[in-house]
């Protein structure tokens, strides 16, 4: 069974750090390019992250650059999303997500059920 | 960007309705276009890839359709389970970018 757990969201004041941690298991991770996506609260999806097979490449939206690092451990079956310098608008309830490196598309057909992230003093 | 555009923004339905979604993109996407539902509380599914391509175990009365700019997805018998939130996603390139969502509604 295909299983992704995120882990680490909560409660932190503005400018405060968190790491989030996503621990897969039912598919050979080390093939999958990783995502993050994130949802305010009441809101819709939306892009933050990518991280490919390797570890070597990643991607990120603008709003999060030099913020927000993803990173991969593939020996531990565990993405990870750095969260420094957080702001209010980056509440939101994040996702992690994958799709194996064979597709050609960045869509993503495996998902994890979330970990939210309150960013409040 | 890409901005993509998704109509209507909510939908009520009844049960064994057809209905259709529609999402525009603000440039050509050559067909990178996937479709997502989201139940209440629950994390997104992938149902449609590359505008048209039906991801395994999705019921067949999903279907994608489009081609540049304009796509759609169509449910041609609405069951009970179906009603929940639906987003397009453009992946034709970086940032990604998804529709505003569209709520189906039980009528």
């Known amino acids: 069974e295909v299983q992704l757990v995120e882990s680490g969201g909560g409660l932190v004041p503005p400018g405060g750090s968190l790491r989030l941690s996503c621990t897969v298991s039912?598919?050979?991770?080390?093939?999958?390019?990783m995502y993050w996506v994130r949802q305010a609260p009441g809101k819709g999806l939306v892009w933050v992250s990518r991280?490919?097979?390797?570890?070597?490449?990643?991607t990120y939206a603008d709003s999060v650059r030099g913020r927000l690092t993803m990173s991969r451990d593939n020996a531990r079956s565990t993405v990870f999303l750095q969260m420094n310098n957080l702001r209010a608008d980056d509440t939101a309830v994040y996702y992690c997500?994958?799709?194996?490196?064979?597709?050609?598309?960045?869509?993503?057909?495996?998902w994890g059920r979330g970990t939210a992230v309150t960013v409040s003093s | 960007d890409i901005h993509m555009t998704q109509s209507p923004s909510s939908l009520s339905a009844s049960v064994g309705d057809g209905v259709t979604i529609t999402c525009r993109a603000s440039?050509?996407?050559?067909?990178?276009l996937a479709w997502y539902q989201q139940r209440p509380g629950k994390a997104p599914k992938l149902l449609v890839y590359?505008?048209?391509r039906l991801e395994s175990g999705v019921p067949s009365r999903f279907s994608g359709s489009g081609s540049g700019t304009d796509y759609t997805l169509t449910i041609s018998s609405l069951q009970p389970e179906d009603f929940a939130d639906y987003y397009c996603?453009?992946?034709?390139?970086?940032?990604?970018?998804f529709g505003q969502g569209t709520k189906l509604e039980i009528k």
């Open positions: 996603q453009q992946y034709s390139g970086t940032p990604f970018t």
């Open positions: 440039q050509g996407i050559s067909n990178s």
């Open positions: 039912g598919f050979t991770f080390s093939n999958y390019w």
């Open positions: 997500a994958g799709r194996d490196f064979w597709t050609n598309g960045d869509y993503m057909d495996v």
């Open positions: 991280i490919n097979s390797d570890g070597d490449w990643t």
């Open positions: 590359d505008a048209s």
